[in-house]
């Protein structure tokens, strides 16, 4: 079992940063690809970026070159740097933890990208 929690939301103009946390507990972080996910009102929950076991990284073609997801292990911890933020970056935030059929999802957390 893999309980999550997100941290780091809030509100930041355009064109500002933001990072993202996700603590991780119950299992062994390491094993899993984790991910963030955002759901803005009224529309899908997206991809938004996700990192392997090995390190290896994806991006959602919207957020490429802007974000940068990061894990650190020893510390349970994945994260999402958040650079050049636009007002259609604004949803909820949500991180994931999948392994094999195995799959968590935490509460989320509020980005919102406002003038």
């Known amino acids: 079992q893999v309980q999550l929690v997100e941290s780091g939301g809030g509100l930041v103009q355009p064109g500002g940063s933001l990072r993202l946390s996700c603590a991780a507990s119950?299992?062994?972080?390491?094993?899993?690809?984790m991910g963030w996910y955002r759901q803005a009102p009224g529309k899908q929950r997206d991809l938004v970026a996700q990192?392997?076991?090995?390190?290896?990284?994806n991006y959602d073609a919207s957020v490429a070159g802007r974000f940068t997801i990061s894990r650190e292990n020893a510390k349970n911890t994945l994260y999402l740097q958040m650079d050049s933020l636009k007002p259609e970056d604004t949803a909820v935030y949500y991180c994931?933890?999948?392994?094999?059929?195995?799959?968590?999802w935490g509460q989320g957390t509020q980005v919102t990208v406002s003038s």
């Open positions: 990192i392997f076991s090995d390190g290896n990284t």
């Open positions: 119950g299992t062994i972080f390491r094993l899993y690809t």
């Open positions: 994931t933890a999948t392994w094999a059929t195995r799959a968590y």
